[in-house]
């Protein structure tokens, strides 16, 4: 099957608001100053660029503040991923069960770490990964099942940690919960707990479009498990001279303006929740468009706000709708994301004759709106309204195949 070119985001001409914002670009003069303070601590040469303390005390601030044992710095959330897949051990024929509708960079790492890459459904409201779908796909092959909390909205990871406890691996026991927390810094799950808290480990991205950044890349892992965690400690440092281990390791600069953001972070998603609350309140009188869950408590952190438009308005209306908010009204938007395996000829090729339907079927309808905390609240009336116009508009035009 060749790659569908209508799941690949396609508007990429600059708009007023653009397809993909920089989350994380927003600065205050305290991140400034941190760099600083970076320069002056390494302009001796016989210190340089070197210096753990900061990274540390990243790692130790990020631990306290989900809750969790130990943190492990990475320069990036791709590069933890592979390690922290690495760290499985993975034979041939272990299976790791993974939603379908997510970033590449989730599932490329299974594949390229040994592992057999299980798709499985998205559940149609909250578009995570649906627990009963999972059942259906968990055998004694399975050693872990990935949770991805979708575009900001924390998962309910608890039926999941019950499935695995009730299907053991024959050699490994439980297949272990691994989190993607990349666009879900600072949340809180159903269970009350943050974000990073529960499962085996949870890995989180610094990259500049996520919640937080430091300098436009980075990574951090969080997990209870202390073998685990000294593990991928050896693995981002040349394995310590015992093991195989590769270079992966944040700077102090990136770690000192961690400290800022991670500090700053409960500000920026609060104030990116109250937009897209806002936003919510001005489409509620839209026909056609399915909003994104209104949580309260950090519950959903609006990484992006997805719209669904009806199903008789799949790939092409929908499409016709990106289009018209580009060129007409500078709002783009992105399709985040298609299925893996329609979007990415190697996830593709590694996935053989696997394909999730209702995936499909929700990423046809899918688009996600530029939402940043920065946008005015003029400009938020103007956004609406180029949605409401743009809505209707299609509504009168589209004809089904
Ligand atoms: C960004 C992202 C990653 C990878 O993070 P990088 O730091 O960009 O390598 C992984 N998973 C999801 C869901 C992401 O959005």
Redesign the pocket.
């Known amino acids: 099957m060749p790659i569908d070119s209508s799941t690949v985001p396609r508007n990429r001409a600059p708009r007023r608001w653009p397809d993909e914002p920089a989350q994380g670009g927003w600065y205050t003069t305290a991140e400034l100053a941190a760099v600083q303070e970076v320069m002056a601590h390494s302009r001796p040469w016989r210190i340089g660029w070197r210096g753990a303390e900061r990274i540390r005390a990243f790692e130790e601030a990020f631990a306290a503040k989900t809750q969790t044992s130990a943190a492990i710095a990475f320069n ?3 590069t933890a ?1 592979e390690m922290l897949l690495h760290a499985l051990d993975l034979k041939p024929g272990d299976e790791v069960i993974s939603c379908a509708l997510n ?1 590449v ?2 599932h490329l790492p299974v594949i390229h770490q040994g592992g057999t890459l299980i798709l499985a459904e998205p559940d149609p409201l909250t578009l995570n990964l649906d627990p009963s779908d999972v059942e259906h796909r968990l055998t004694h092959h399975t050693r872990a099942i990935q949770v ?1 909390h979708w575009n900001g909205l924390a998962a309910d990871l608890r039926p999941f940690l019950d499935l695995a406890a009730r299907h053991p691996h024959p050699v490994h026991g439980p297949p272990v919960v691994i989190v ?1 927390a ?2 879900a810094c600072g949340g809180t799950t159903p269970a009350g707990l943050p974000v990073g808290a529960e499962g085996w480990a949870t890995v989180f ?1 610094f ?1 500049t479009k ?1 919640l937080m950044t430091t300098f436009g ?1 980075g ?1 951090m892992v969080t997990t209870n498990d202390p073998a685990l965690a000294e593990r991928l400690r050896r693995l981002r440092t040349y394995g310590m001279s015992r093991h195989w281990g590769t270079n992966q390791q944040m700077t102090k600069a990136q770690a000192a303006v961690g400290l800022i953001q991670l500090d700053r972070l409960d500000e920026m998603n609060r104030a990116r929740i109250a937009h897209a609350h806002h936003r919510t309140r001005l489409l509620g009188g839209t026909p056609y468009l399915t909003l994104p869950p209104t949580l309260s408590g950090g519950r959903h952190l609006y990484y992006r706000y997805n719209l669904l438009v009806p199903a008789t308005w799949a790939g092409a209306g929908r499409d016709a709708l990106m289009d018209v908010l580009a060129e007409q009204y500078g709002l783009g938007s992105i399709i985040n994301d298609p299925p893996t395996y329609l979007s990415h000829a190697y996830i593709r090729a590694h996935t053989q004759s696997q394909a999730c339907p209702r995936a499909e079927q929700l990423a046809a309808r899918l688009l996600c709106p530029c939402l940043h905390p920065l946008i005015s609240e003029h400009e938020e009336y103007e956004i609406s309204d180029a949605i409401h116009q743009a809505t209707s508009h299609i509504a009168r035009t589209h004809r089904p195949e």
Request: aromatic share 6%; no cysteine; hydrophobic share 20%.
């Open positions: 990036g959330g791709g991923l970033f960079g989730t991805t993607d990349a666009r991205s990259e996520k890349q990574g």
